[in-house]
């Protein structure tokens, strides 16, 4: 899933760059083993990183949706 925000008061801390603000895109990502992530990205940009703190191993994979939504909102 993808969402476009503005980066909240504060912007969002990532694990590579830190914190970016800004118009900017989250998008999760689901692993083999049902961990859903999120990374974001300047809106247009090539490179993504990592949202720190935003990750969620979910046990039951019919829970991913509800998961990505959730992070997206937590998020923008």
Known sequence: MRKDIVAPPGGVM???????????????????????SLRVQYKGADEWYKVTDAEI????????????????NRFG
């Open 57 to 72: 191993k979910v046990d039951d994979p019919a829970k991913i949706p509800e998961t990505e939504q959730a992070l997206l």
């Open 14 to 36: 990532t694990d590579e760059v830190g914190v970016v603000t800004g118009d900017l895109t989250l998008e999760t990502q689901v692993s083999p083993d049902c961990v859903v």
